[in-house]
C-alpha cells in the first residue's frame, strides 16, 4: 500500500500465514527494483530484487512479482514470523545511469503472535 | 565487520550552527548517497556520487553540500541548520551503480532547534 500523510500503511499477519505488501510505481521507464526491509532504530536492510525483464523472482520465503503492465510490485512472505515485523519499502530506479532510486513511503508489517 | 559507518548517531543542534554528518564504507564501493528519512515520506536522496571526485544532486539537495574526495568517505555538511533538517540521515552505497543493491548505516538522527 502506499502512505498518505503521515501515516504509514499497517498490515497486520498472524504468524504463519503468508503476507502481501504491495507498492505501486510511477514510472514506466524504471528497470530495476529492489524490496528493503526497516527494523526500528536501523537502516534499510535488502531483501530481493527484480529487474524489468522479470515478472517473478523467489528468494528464501520471499517471492516478488512485478506487473508492469499496470505498474505494480509486491513482495510475498511465506510462513510469517515474528522476526518480520518491520517496514517495507520499494525502490525503483527510474531511469539508468543516473544512481537515482527512488523509495516508496514503506508499509509496516506486524505479526501477531 | 565490512559495511557503512555513519557518525554521529544522534546529535541535537541549534538553528544557525553547521554540522558535518560523517559516513565512511570499507567495501570499496564507487557509489555512495545520502538520503533523509521523514514519516510519511520515505526516503528522500539529497546528494549522491558515482565515483571519487564527482557529486550529484539528488530530490532534496538544497541546505546540503557533500565531497568525495576518496572512494570510503562521503560526509555531508549542513552549513546553516534550520529545525526542517530534522530527520533521520541515511548514508548508502553500491557497486553497480544504478541495478545493484545499496547497502545503507545505521543512521544519524538531526535534531535542529
Known amino acids: 500500500g502506499e502512505s498518505v500523510g503521515l501515516h504509514l500503511p499497517t498490515l497486520s499477519v498472524q504468524e504463519g500465514d503468508n503476507s502481501i505488501i504491495n507498492c505501486a510505481y510511477s514510472?514506466?521507464?524504471?528497470?530495476?527494483f529492489i524490496w528493503y526491509k526497516q527494523e526500528s532504530g536501523k537502516g534499510p536492510q535488502f531483501i530481493i530484487d527484480?529487474?524489468?525483464?522479470?515478472d517473478k523472482r523467489q528468494g528464501q520465503r520471499v517471492t516478488v512479482l512485478l506487473n508492469k503492465t499496470v505498474k505494480h510490485l509486491s513482495l510475498q512472505i511465506a510462513a510469517t514470523q515474528p522476526g518480520d515485523s518491520a517496514v517495507y519499502f520499494c525502490a525503483e530506479n527510474r531511469a539508468s545511469g543516473t544512481y537515482k532510486y527512488i523509495f516508496g513511503t514503506g508499509t509496516r508489517l506486524k505479526v501477531l503472535a | 565487520i565490512a559495511g557503512i559507518t555513519q557518525a554521529p548517531t544522534s546529535q541535537i543542534l541549534a538553528a544557525g550552527r553547521r554540522m558535518t554528518l560523517r559516513c565512511t564504507q570499507d567495501m570499496r564501493h564507487n557509489a555512495m548517497y545520502w538520503y533523509r528519512q521523514d514519516l510519511g515520506l520515505g526516503l528522500r536522496l539529497i546528494h549522491y556520487s558515482n565515483t571519487a571526485g564527482t557529486t550529484g544532486k539528488g530530490e532534496v539537495p538544497d541546505g546540503y553540500s557533500v565531497s568525495r574526495a576518496n572512494t570510503d568517505d562521503f560526509p555531508l555538511t549542513l552549513a546553516s541548520a534550520v529545525p526542517s533538517q530534522t530527520s533521520v540521515y541515511f548514508c548508502?552505497?553500491?557497486?553497480?551503480?544504478?541495478?545493484?543493491?545499496?547497502?545503507f548505516g545505521e543512521g544519524s538522527r538531526l535534531t535542529v532547534l
Open positions: 548508502a552505497s553500491s557497486d553497480q551503480g544504478d541495478t545493484g543493491e545499496l547497502f
Open positions: 527484480i529487474r524489468s525483464n522479470m
Open positions: 514510472n514506466s521507464a524504471s528497470d530495476y
